[in-house]
């Protein structure tokens, strides 16, 4: 057993004896005590919750309450209007709060930090004023008269079973939120916190991912109301002001973002640590902020930060030691033609009408001096932003407006001129992210851990094994891609974007920074992959390198197409050596001759 493994049982072990105890402390501790613990345990489930949202996802939201007060209110609202019993009205509250998450959500998610934060802030305010003003809700009164639940006959009603019922619970949102954040939704939500544009370059769907986040959410926020409305038997609006979400928010930061044992400690202290200064009487409150001031100033990152994601893969596998299957079977067709593509940013025209195929199985190479408009070529090809005219057809079919990572499951994929991987994500979790679109078993067979997802996790594995070795980067597939040299970061990129199966591989600027030998062993790799049946478009400077690899070459100048044809036509085309060296007048042969030599052979 490594170190590693050897803190994780013993990390397991010791979550385990902790939770035993909180189980068992109705039978040695006095009413109050265990009433303070139930609001540890809400606060708990409350924060689980947020962190989803705010901790996994990096998505900040202020008015979370609104989720709590809809469970809360649904429950209510079932048991005194229509006599539902408590766990009748469950499912109705998970299912108002999830269809609440998706109509805060999807207008919104498009927004981004303040503005996101303002809405969801706004979205939280309507709820509680909509709570204050409706008569079916009682207005600022609230609803009175919630039974209490019952479970075989017994009525969950004393402090002690209410609160072993608020511990089912919370060991129920436990297992979920573990679950979702070791799923690939998990890593997908890791990959968007990190760098969305990635994320969504390399396949993820990153506005359903985020909606997927406020939805899982809402389903927690929505349970711990349903809790909050049993125990208490009464609501009203004063209970989901903006302070609820605030307070919320900091049982999240405080404990750690991301982390959950970082939420429970922080729900600890929220809920607890009031109580404890009750001896100071009006002052509890004010020492309670300057702690809070204090811890965060000293704790910054939160108390107990998450850890880096260190997923690697099983030790003993041989996948390693095989080659990955060939992607496609190399023809003769054509597979991308550009058709007189345009894209202007305000009065600049960055690329002008240009116009060209690839033809599959090719490398073909798109050179030409920097502000060429090379790179927004690629943009515009995998839909980071669209052309403002002419026509991409690929593979038979027109390409119009797609999402990136549409643009990704269709068969183009991409790295970029600086490198975007996801630095506290280990290697293989890197490629596992651009893998995750292909999977086909259903999310909650995966929290389930249903045979077929177990079988098709292992292959996934076994799969991401491959296109690391294929790199050669297998005997680093756990580390962290941050902590990768600088050649092994741009090839683990070039991994990434070969395990989502493209049949174009887009490489902008691969060799940008790296030494001779690392250039040699780039080309070596840039014709396996060609090989091994992806065609290759190359965005590339170094002139050693795109003559060594390319079929075909393409050079660019201000925005159009100068030159095009095979590297030895190209090597000899005045209007590209003007291109690159501004001297092509006759008078000057001399000094073109060796401009000429130097060039081709930097």
């Given at each position: ?13 010791a ?43 990096g ?43 998706i ?38 009164n ?12 017994f009525?969950i ?13 919370l ?41 997927l ?9 929505g ?19 903006y ?13 750690g ?5 970082g939420?429970i ?16 009487n ?47 079977a ?10 007189d ?69 269709q ?37 389930l851990?249903?045979?077929a ?12 094994l ?7 980067l ?12 600088y ?61 060594g ?12 197409i ?28 001399s ?12």
């Open positions: 057993m490594s170190a590693r493994e050897a803190s994780a049982h013993w990390a397991r072990l979550g385990g004896a902790l939770l035993a105890a909180a189980v068992a402390l109705p039978a040695v501790a006095s009413n109050y005590i265990v009433d303070v613990g139930l609001t540890i345990i809400t606060y708990s489930i409350l924060g689980l919750g947020l962190n989803i949202v705010v901790g996994y996802a998505l900040l939201d202020l008015g979370y309450a609104a989720f709590f007060a809809i469970g809360a209110y649904t429950t209510a609202l079932l048991e005194t209007l229509l006599h539902f019993s408590f766990w009748e009205t469950l499912p109705f509250s998970l299912a108002f709060t999830a269809v609440s998450g109509v805060i959500g999807y207008p919104t998610l498009r927004l981004r930090s303040d503005y996101l934060a303002i809405v969801t802030l706004g979205f939280g305010e309507i709820t509680r004023i909509v709570a204050t003003n409706l008569d079916i809700t009682g207005g600022p609230g609803i009175f008269g919630i039974a209490s639940p019952s479970l075989f006959g009525e009603s004393s402090p002690p079973a209410l609160y072993e019922l608020g511990m089912a619970f060991v129920l949102v436990l297992v979920f939120a573990i679950r979702l954040g070791r799923s690939r939704l998990g890593r997908a939500w890791t990959s968007i916190r990190e760098d969305e544009a990635a994320a969504e370059a390399v396949g993820v769907p990153t506005l359903r991912v985020k909606l986040a406020y939805v899982m959410g809402a389903l927690i926020g349970l711990g109301g349903s809790l909050f409305a049993a125990r208490f038997g009464t609501i009203d609006p004063t209970g989901f002001t302070l609820q979400s605030v307070t919320i928010l900091i049982v999240v930061v405080l404990g973002r991301g982390s959950i044992p939420v400690l922080g729900a600890i202290i929220v809920a607890g640590l009031p109580e404890v200064l009750r001896f100071l009006l002052w509890r409150i004010f020492a309670f902020a300057i702690g809070l001031v204090i811890l965060m100033l000293l704790r910054p990152q939160g108390l107990w930060p998450a850890p880096l994601r260190r997923v690697a893969p099983p030790r003993k596998s041989t996948a390693a030691d095989q080659a990955p299957v060939p992607s496609h190399a023809t003769d067709e054509i597979l991308l033609e550009v058709r593509m345009q894209r202007r940013f305000g009065g600049v025209l960055a690329v002008g009408g240009v116009s060209f195929m690839v033809h599959s199985g090719e490398i073909l190479s798109l050179i030409g001096p920097n502000g060429a408009g090379k790179t927004t070529v690629f943009n515009c090809l995998t839909g980071v932003i669209r052309p403002t005219g002419g026509q991409i057809v690929w593979c038979g079919k027109r390409l119009a407006g797609g999402a990136p990572h549409r643009i990704v499951h068969g183009m994929a991409r790295t970029f001129q600086g490198i975007r991987l996801f630095g506290h994500m280990t290697a293989f979790e890197n490629v596992l992210t651009g893998m995750d679109h292909r999977l086909r078993t259903t999310l909650g067979a995966e929290l851990g249903l045979p997802a177990r079988a098709e996790t292992a292959d996934h594995w076994a799969e991401g491959r296109w690391l070795a294929f790199v050669g297998a005997g680093r597939a756990g580390e962290r891609a941050a902590d990768l040299p050649g092994d970061q741009r090839r683990l990129e070039i991994a990434r974007a070969l395990a989502s199966y493209p049949r174009l591989l887009l490489l902008d600027e691969p060799a940008a920074g790296m030494n001779p030998t690392e250039k040699q062993a780039l080309m070596e790799l840039i014709r396996r992959i060609r090989d091994h049946g992806v065609t290759v478009l190359l965005i590339e400077h170094d002139m050693m390198l795109v003559m690899v390319s079929d075909r070459i393409i050079v660019m100048d201000h925005g159009v100068i030159a095009e044809g095979q590297p030895s036509a190209i090597q000899a085309d005045p209007r590209v050596i003007d291109a690159y060296l501004g001297t092509a007048g006759k008078d000057e042969a000094d073109d001759t060796a401009g000429e030599k130097s060039l081709w052979d930097s």
